[in-house]
């Protein structure tokens, strides 16, 4: 499954961030994603009813993208991801028994780390990708320092803080994917105004690899 959803993640690198979608707007936010040409998408699981959305979303698009949770504290909530339909487990700690579980299941694990010890740490017990997060918080120059003393091989994926103003100063810091929060979605937002800002921001990593 890791060969599948790196190929899937490499046609477009970010990740839209669905912290408190509902349900009922799954099909049509999700739509308006892949319309806009977003591929990777995150459903927290502080979320209502979060694994009907991921099954919505799963069914609607099937492995034309990648499917993750967000906000993952606890291994036992892995087993439910995976049950929804979800490949890739997020969180915003970095928890070994979180990453070990994540793995015993052939899924994709993405911890978030703050410091240099948490990343070493992540990718001893397993971790595919390093969230940095906060990353508005870290900023580009630590994304530099840290990649520099890092494994060559490493993924890692600055989250939180991401627009299309600050975009290129992360993508020149040689990073694998970016996060993308509340600048594209928030509930509440219709799914025109998600897409316009996903437009923009794909539009804008375009413009930043050119």
């Avoid at 799954?26 to 591929?39: N, P, Q, R, Y």
């Avoid at 992540?122 to 906060?134: H, V």
């Avoid at 840290?146 to 810091?173: H, W, Y």
Wanted: hydrophobic share 40%; with cysteine.
């Amino acid at each position: 499954m890791s060969s599948e959803v790196f190929s899937v993640i490499g046609k477009m690198p970010l990740v839209a961030i669905l912290r408190g979608l509902e349900p009922g707007d799954a099909a049509k936010i999700s739509d308006a994603l892949v319309e806009a040409g977003f591929v990777f998408m995150e459903v927290t699981l502080n979320s209502p009813s979060w694994q009907k959305s991921l099954e919505i979303m799963k069914d609607r698009h099937g492995d034309d993208i990648v499917l993750g949770a967000g906000t993952v504290l606890h291994a036992d909530e892995v087993d439910q991801v995976q049950a929804a339909g979800g490949q890739v487990i997020i969180s915003p700690n970095m928890d070994p028994s979180v990453i070990q579980r994540t793995k015993e299941l052939g899924l994709v694990s993405v911890p978030g780390c703050y410091s240099p010890t948490e990343c070493f740490n992540a990718l001893k017990y397993g971790a595919d990708i390093l969230k940095i997060f906060p990353a508005e918080t870290l900023g580009p120059s630590f994304l530099k320092a840290i990649k520099a003393v890092l494994p060559v091989q490493s993924r890692v994926c600055p989250t939180g803080g991401i627009t299309t103003e600050n975009m290129q100063d992360f993508v020149d810091a040689d990073v694998y994917a970016m996060g993308m929060g509340s600048f594209l979605f928030k509930p509440g937002k219709t799914p025109q105004e998600v897409q316009k800002a996903a437009r923009a921001l794909v539009d804008c990593y375009k413009n930043c690899i050119s």
